[in-house]
T-cell receptor, first 113, second 111 residues
Framework: DTEVTQTPKHLVMGMTNKKSLKCEQH?????MYWYKQKAKKPPELMFV???????INESVPSRFSPECPNSSLLNLHLHALQPEDSALYLC????????????FGPGTRLTVL | DQQVKQNSPSLSVQEGRISILNCDYT??????FLWYKKYPAEGPTFLIS?????DKNEDGRFTVFLNKSAKHLSLHIVPSQPGDSAVYFC??????????FGPGTRLSVLP
């Protein structure tokens, strides 16, 4: 299994809603990542988890809250988002983080109304 | 200030010819580089990597060249195929974990 899966594929939410994005991998990878990608822009790193601990938070607003319940799962909890948060949210994983290739999921297309 | 630059937003190449995608970086601490390919509505797919101890890495039709003194790398695809049409991202890292992506180059391979 060399796949990173993400659910849902598409999500539309209002600014007062609370929702969560989910990411899963069963490759035994111990580093997992959340990226945000706006149209026609490269992916921007949001968070890195290494061995289930948050190791990098790239100054992301607190309305985005990551969670790593175990080594296979990564969640991104969303609350009180703004329309400008609409984007493709990509999850990735790598073996241990140090110079290892990152494998990306298909992304969740988020629209905030 | 962009640390990773891909100065050609788009490139068109005839099928069967060579595609050359360029990437420049400014941070001399970067020592690990990757190329990703991205189709619309999909996540980026890893293509090929190179570390600073090498100046060339080859995998099938894909070859990456690294010129550390010039802070420049390039991806060669030969022969180019219509299925190669996608956006190609160059990414660089100094710690192997935090990658900075370039803006991407859209490659169109014409049949």
């Amino acid at each position: 299994d060399t796949e990173v899966t993400q659910t849902p594929k598409h999500l539309v939410m209002g600014m007062t809603n609370k929702k969560s994005l989910k990411c899963e991998q069963h490759m035994g990878h111990r580093a997992m990542y959340w990226y945000k990608q706006k149209a026609k822009k490269p992916p921007e790193l949001m968070f890195v988890y290494s061995y289930e601990k948050l190791s990098i938070n790239e100054s992301v607003p607190s309305r985005f809250s990551p969670e790593c319940p175990n080594s296979s799962l990564l969640n991104l909890h969303l609350h009180a988002l703004q329309p400008e948060d609409s984007a493709l949210y990509l999850c990735a994983s790598s073996l241990a983080g140090a110079a290892d290739t990152q494998y990306f999921g298909p992304g969740t297309r988020l629209t905030v109304l | 200030d962009q640390q990773v630059k891909q100065n050609s937003p788009s490139l068109s190449v005839q099928e069967g010819r060579i595609s050359i995608l360029n990437c420049d970086y400014t941070n001399s601490m970067f020592d690990y580089f990757l190329w990703y390919k991205k189709y619309p509505a999909e996540g980026p797919t890893f293509l090929i990597s190179i570390s600073s101890i090498k100046d060339k890495n080859e995998d099938g039709r894909f070859t990456v060249f690294l010129n550390k003194s010039a802070k420049h790398l390039s991806l060669h695809i030969v022969p180019s195929q219509p299925g190669d049409s996608a956006v190609y991202f160059c990414a660089a890292s100094g710690d192997g974990q935090n990658f900075v992506f370039g803006p991407g180059t859209r490659l169109s391979v014409l049949p």
